[in-house]
């Protein structure tokens, strides 16, 4: 199947169509920001966000609804229990430069799941049917859902809850192609997002087990999905959409011709300095190195490095010292 070069949602139209997938603790303001600089990706996805939380939230002071990118549009991701929850938080993200709202059905953390949302939301119909209701009733923004595939592989569920979403207004679908049960042990069952996408007439967008151009394109070819979702190939190489898009559509990217690893990090240190408050900012940068580490064949060392500092200056020098002999890459069509 032929490449898409661009994605609809609804009104959003999105170049290139590869998506950063919301995580938590880790799609914030700045690590967007960074991904931005780089290039190459189309759309992003806040980190989950809590309605009932949000409902309580500043638009102007809140880091986790700041949004500060520059030309590339941004969904802020909801956790949803049930459909009161629906239209207080959207009256705070009102307020905020939020060009569509998704619905988080995949979440599998205990907590959560045991509250009922996420994926527990996922597989009780009538209440993800009511949530769904209440989203598309006050809000006329792009709306999309992003899901597992359950506790165990059932098409017929899986078919009827995405028949149901189009009836109910959704605007995309996006198919993280694991079981609950899956977590990252084994391959992503890309076959479920192909179904879906021969199911359904609006766009689904993949995700799952995509680590660079090659695999981007794979997915696109076996699945003919619409566009490509990517999470934690992208923290360990925030470069990495920039990458994928010059070498899938060559000429419309322009490629990185030299960057060192130590300037990633150390931007990445700016951002957070900028943008988030000062008790938050060393936890995510720990949360980044975690990633960013796994680019290097020593990459334990700068983790154990970064983990036992306790401020962010302390952090970046001993990064430094690690990062300032593994030289500089170049990213090429």
């Given at each position: 199947?032929?490449?898409?070069?661009?994605?609809?949602?609804?009104?959003?139209?999105?170049?290139?169509?590869?998506?950063?997938?919301?995580?938590?603790?880790?799609?914030?303001?700045?690590?967007?920001?960074?991904?931005?600089?780089?290039?190459?990706?189309?759309?992003?996805?806040?980190?989950?966000?809590?309605?009932?939380?949000?409902?309580?939230?500043?638009?102007?002071?809140s880091f986790?609804?700041?949004?500060?990118?520059?030309?590339?549009?941004?969904?802020?991701?909801?956790?949803?229990?049930?459909?009161?929850?629906?239209?207080?938080?959207?009256?705070?993200?009102?307020?905020?430069?939020?060009?569509?709202?998704?619905?988080?059905?995949?979440?599998?953390?205990?907590?959560?799941?045991?509250?009922g949302g996420?994926?527990?939301?996922?597989?009780?119909?009538?209440?993800?049917?009511?949530?769904?209701?209440?989203?598309?009733?006050?809000?006329?923004?792009?709306?999309?859902?992003?899901?597992?595939?359950?506790?165990?592989?059932?098409?017929?569920?899986?078919?009827?809850?995405?028949?149901?979403?189009?009836?109910?207004?959704?605007?995309?679908?996006?198919?993280?192609?694991?079981?609950?049960?899956?977590?990252?042990?084994?391959?992503?069952?890309?076959?479920?997002?192909r179904r879906?996408?021969?199911?359904?007439?609006?766009?689904?967008?993949?995700?799952?087990?995509?680590?660079?151009?090659?695999?981007?394109?794979?997915?696109?070819?076996?699945?003919?999905?619409?566009?490509?979702?990517?999470?934690?190939?992208?923290?360990?190489?925030?470069?990495?959409?920039?990458?994928?898009?010059?070498?899938?559509?060559?000429?419309?990217?322009?490629?990185?011709?030299?960057?060192?690893?130590?300037?990633?990090?150390?931007?990445?240190?700016?951002?957070?300095?900028?943008?988030?408050?000062?008790?938050?900012?060393?936890?995510?940068?720990?949360?980044?190195?975690?990633?960013?580490?796994?680019?290097?064949?020593?990459?334990?060392?700068?983790?154990?490095?970064?983990?036992?500092?306790?401020?962010?200056?302390?952090?970046?020098?001993?990064?430094?010292?690690?990062?300032?002999?593994?030289?500089?890459?170049?990213?090429?069509?």
């Amino acid at each position: 199947m032929p490449i898409p070069d661009s994605l609809l949602i609804k009104e959003l139209e999105i170049i290139p169509p590869l998506v950063m997938a919301p995580m938590a603790g880790i799609t914030h303001n700045p690590f967007r920001l960074l991904v931005e600089e780089m290039g190459g990706c189309g759309l992003f996805y806040t980190e989950m966000l809590s309605a009932a939380a949000v409902a309580n939230e500043s638009p102007e002071k809140s880091f986790y609804l700041q949004n500060h990118l520059k030309r590339t549009p941004l969904i802020y991701q909801l956790l949803v229990y049930d459909e009161a929850q629906v239209l207080p938080a959207l009256e705070k993200l009102e307020r905020c430069n939020c060009q569509g709202i998704d619905l988080n059905l995949g979440c599998t953390a205990p907590m959560i799941v045991k509250k009922g949302g996420g994926i527990a939301l996922m597989q009780d119909f009538d209440r993800c049917k009511k949530v769904l209701q209440a989203l598309r009733s006050h809000s006329q923004l792009p709306l999309t859902v992003k899901l597992r595939l359950g506790d165990k592989a059932d098409w017929d569920y899986m078919e009827d809850l995405c028949k149901m979403f189009e009836t109910e207004g959704v605007d995309a679908v996006i198919i993280h192609a694991r079981l609950k049960g899956d977590r990252f042990k084994r391959p992503a069952r890309w076959e479920f997002i192909r179904r879906v996408k021969e199911t359904l007439s609006i766009p689904v967008i993949g995700n799952g087990d995509v680590v660079d151009a090659q695999s981007a394109g794979m997915m696109f070819r076996e699945t003919g999905c619409d566009g490509v979702m990517i999470g934690r190939a992208a923290v360990k190489k925030p470069w990495i959409f920039r990458e994928i898009a010059c070498k899938l559509w060559p000429g419309k990217f322009s490629p990185i011709e030299k960057i060192s690893f130590l300037e990633v990090y150390e931007r990445y240190v700016e951002l957070i300095s900028t943008y988030l408050p000062e008790e938050r900012q060393l936890g995510r940068l720990k949360e980044f190195t975690a990633y960013f580490a796994q680019n290097f064949q020593f990459g334990h060392t700068l983790w154990r490095l970064v983990q036992n500092a306790n401020s962010v200056a302390e952090a970046l020098n001993r990064a430094r010292s690690f990062l300032i002999h593994q030289g500089s890459f170049v990213v090429k069509e």
